[in-house]
């Protein structure tokens, strides 16, 4: 029997919920969302979809919006434009390269001054494929103890240094070794980059392990459904036509 006194228990000193109870939720103000209505600033943010090809490109499409100032998906502006980072560790160069020439040439069809506005904030966005730019880097943020690699050490300074808005991780589990001990490791370091950070899921195996984020977004055969910890559910219905994803006109 423990001569423990229940004063000398450390689990005693926090007995109850009082403190959750009476805590305010901190809800993001209009003005502190990165995209307006969807996405806050500083945020985890998961795409995962049922199967169905372009998600992807609808990440591009976040990506340019938050980088040349264009309202995502022709109606949510962007509201802390910025420069963007988006890492791939599947695509080659040349996949990404027409991704995105694809896009201005549909996004072009309406909106005329497009070419312009890349060309003010040209710097504004990077894509470097680990496929093919970094030969001898791992994509790996962490190893199998969830320790930084090197990789994320050079992550961090890149956000620090050039003041990235919105970091894209496709597909993440690309960044992190099959054999991690705690998935918690990932989220923790990820939650320490100072921009969004939005988490492109590759396969179905995947998805139970990224829904700890603060926005979910899950594309399917009848649109874009929403699933965000500070203002709930909300469905968008969107085509895909040429490549470019688009409102379902009413």
């Given at each position: 029997?423990?001569?423990?006194?229940?004063?000398?228990?450390?689990?005693?000193?926090?007995?109850?919920?009082?403190?959750?109870?009476?805590?305010?939720?901190?809800?993001?103000?209009?003005?502190?969302?990165?995209?307006?209505?969807?996405?806050?600033?500083?945020?985890?943010?998961?795409?995962?979809?049922?199967?169905?090809?372009?998600?992807?490109?609808?990440?591009?499409?976040?990506?340019?919006?938050?980088?040349?100032?264009?309202?995502?998906?022709?109606?949510?502006?962007?509201?802390?434009?910025?420069?963007?980072?988006?890492?791939?560790?599947?695509?080659?160069?040349?996949?990404?390269?027409?991704?995105?020439?694809?896009?201005?040439?549909?996004?072009?069809?309406?909106?005329?001054?497009?070419?312009?506005?890349?060309?003010?904030?040209?710097?504004?966005?990077?894509?470097?494929?680990?496929?093919?730019?970094?030969?001898?880097?791992?994509?790996?943020?962490?190893?199998?103890?969830?320790?930084?690699?090197?990789?994320?050490?050079?992550?961090?300074?890149?956000?620090?240094?050039?003041?990235?808005?919105?970091?894209?991780?496709?597909?993440?589990?690309?960044?992190?070794?099959?054999?991690?001990?705690?998935?918690?490791?990932?989220?923790?370091?990820?939650?320490?980059?100072?921009?969004?950070?939005?988490?492109?899921?590759?396969?179905?195996?995947?998805?139970?392990?990224?829904?700890?984020?603060?926005?979910g977004l899950f594309l399917n055969e009848n649109g874009l459904r929403i699933k965000s910890f500070y203002s709930g559910s909300q469905e968008l219905p969107l085509d895909v036509e040429a490549g470019i994803w688009a409102l379902k006109m009413k």
């Amino acid at each position: 029997m423990s001569t423990l006194r229940i004063e000398e228990n450390p689990f005693s000193k926090k007995v109850g919920i009082r403190e959750w109870h009476n805590r305010e939720l901190v809800i993001p103000k209009p003005e502190e969302y990165l995209i307006a209505e969807l996405i806050p600033a500083n945020s985890l943010v998961c795409l995962q979809t049922n199967g169905i090809y372009g998600k992807t490109t609808l990440a591009m499409q976040m990506a340019m919006a938050v980088a040349f100032n264009l309202p995502f998906l022709g109606r949510f502006p962007c509201l802390q434009p910025g420069k963007v980072l988006f890492l791939s560790a599947r695509d080659t160069d040349d996949d990404n390269h027409r991704r995105y020439k694809r896009l201005v040439r549909e996004w072009s069809k309406f909106d005329l001054a497009i070419d312009r506005k890349i060309e003010t904030d040209i710097n504004n966005l990077t894509c470097i494929s680990m496929y093919d730019d970094c030969y001898d880097l791992s994509p790996h943020l962490v190893d199998t103890s969830g320790s930084n690699s090197k990789t994320y050490t050079y992550l961090y300074q890149f956000i620090e240094y050039y003041k990235i808005k919105l970091v894209i991780l496709d597909s993440i589990e690309y960044f992190f070794p099959e054999n991690l001990q705690n998935i918690s490791e990932l989220y923790r370091k990820l939650r320490q980059l100072k921009a969004t950070v939005l988490l492109i899921v590759g396969g179905k195996q995947s998805y139970d392990a990224f829904h700890g984020v603060e926005v979910g977004l899950f594309l399917n055969e009848n649109g874009l459904r929403i699933k965000s910890f500070y203002s709930g559910s909300q469905e968008l219905p969107l085509d895909v036509e040429a490549g470019i994803w688009a409102l379902k006109m009413k």
